[in-house]
């Protein structure tokens, strides 16, 4: 897979411009507020119909437009494909070679990409809620069915909640549970598959990114499962009737408390540091190279289940990584053979990721520029 081209038309503050990147590093360099985040916002959400940052679509329409386009022309399996995003008021539409994407399969159909912000780095010591959406956001990228999947869970959540909220009778709540707990299970099964695929890469990324002699572990299992059941093992149909049954049991609790209380919403990713919690006594460095790790691993996954590389975004990372991480990461992507796109304010952090087939970008009020790569 690789990308030929890239056209944003009023997304955010790119008003009309295209951009042809490198096979592989292509480096955008601006200062603060130019547009450099937009640019990569733009081809994740291109690539994963996710925004990146964005709370809400529209957001990204650039101020006093109607609506938003990015297009991206990919060479995947010698052939080009042309896929691209228009994002309205009222949500987005996908399209394929120009026409209205008939499936998400057909519109993904092997477009990957992994991106690694300033955000990331925040969640080994953030809330539940931060580990839940980065693990999704992997899951994601090696399931692409699991955006409807989730979102179908998240509407009959909401359902419930709200159900849960007014008082509704028991018989209507209890309406719900058995949707909500077959699409719960449905999670369950491909977080761990994700895990189970993930886990294992991360620690020993972990021990390659190096500066530490104390063992890296990632672990998933949903809260308030209940005994006798092996998550590891057990069936999506047992998981679903577990989650019925624990739905069951914590009824009064949940209507008491006006939310539901187990399920794929309410579980947390363990990540540990020396058997110890990370999240309350790593550093700010080790948490850093934890989540450094965790991509590196969904970077090989994804190749391993693939057969090529993703495309790799990185927004501005280098400057929040201590100089020898950061170091490992440029060699890293350099070495990778992967196509990258890097944005930074600094030429100098991310030089070590640069060849003779790199290409330069300046970023400034919105405009992209070709140029060299100069000591400024
Ligand atoms: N919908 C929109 N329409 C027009 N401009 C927008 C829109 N959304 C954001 N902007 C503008 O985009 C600019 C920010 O762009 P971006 O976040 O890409 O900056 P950046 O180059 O990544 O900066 P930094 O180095 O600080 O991260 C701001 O000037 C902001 O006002
Ligand atoms: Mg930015």
Not at 7 to 31: D, K, W
Not at 94 to 120: H, I, M, N, Q
């Amino acid at each position: 897979m690789r990308l030929l081209s890239l056209s944003y038309r009023n997304f955010r503050n790119l008003e009309a411009l295209t951009l042809e990147p490198s096979a592989r590093a292509t480096i955008a360099v601006g200062q603060n507020g130019q547009g450099k985040t937009n640019l990569l916002e733009g081809l994740y959400l291109l690539a994963t119909l996710k925004p990146l940052r964005a709370n809400k679509l529209q957001e990204l329409i650039r101020f006093g437009e109607h609506e938003a386009r990015v297009t991206g022309k990919f060479l995947i399996a010698g052939a080009e494909r042309e896929i691209s995003v228009e994002v309205i008021p009222g949500g987005r539409t996908a399209f394929v070679d120009g026409k209205r994407a008939s499936s998400l399969e057909a519109y993904f159909g092997g477009v990957s990409v992994v991106a690694f912000t300033p955000d990331d780095l925040s969640v080994v010591k953030g809330g539940p809620d931060g580990r839940r959406a980065f693990l999704d956001r992997s899951v994601f990228n090696v399931q692409p069915a699991y955006l409807d999947e989730s979102r179908e869970y998240g509407r009959a959540l909401k359902n419930r909640n709200r159900l849960l909220k007014d008082r509704a009778p028991m018989s209507h709540l209890q309406a719900w549970d058995a949707t909500l707990s077959k699409l719960g299970a449905r999670l369950w099964v491909r977080r761990r598959t994700l895990m189970a695929a993930l886990s294992e890469r991360a620690r020993a990324a972990f021990q390659r990114i190096g500066r530490s002699e104390l063992e890296a572990t990632w672990f998933y299992e949903p809260a308030h499962l209940g005994d006798g059941l092996a998550f590891g093992t057990a069936s999506e149909n047992e998981l679903a009737e577990r989650m019925l049954s624990r739905l069951d049991a914590r009824l009064t609790r949940d209507v008491e408390r006006g939310f539901t209380s187990v399920g794929p919403h309410a579980d947390d990713v363990d990540i540990t540091l020396g058997e110890k919690s990370a999240r309350a006594y790593a550093s700010q460095g080790q948490s850093r190279a934890l989540v450094l790790a965790w991509k590196v691993a969904e970077i090989e996954n994804l190749a391993a289940q693939n057969g090529f590389l993703p495309l790799l975004l990185l927004d501005d990372v280098s400057s929040e990584l201590d100089p020898e991480r950061n170091a490992f990461l440029m060699n890293y992507l350099a070495e990778s053979g992967a196509q990258t796109l890097l944005t930074t304010t600094d030429a100098a952090l991310v030089r070590k990721a640069a060849g003779a087939d790199t290409k330069w970008f300046r970023v400034s009020a919105g405009r992209v520029e070709t140029s060299h790569d100069t000591d400024e």
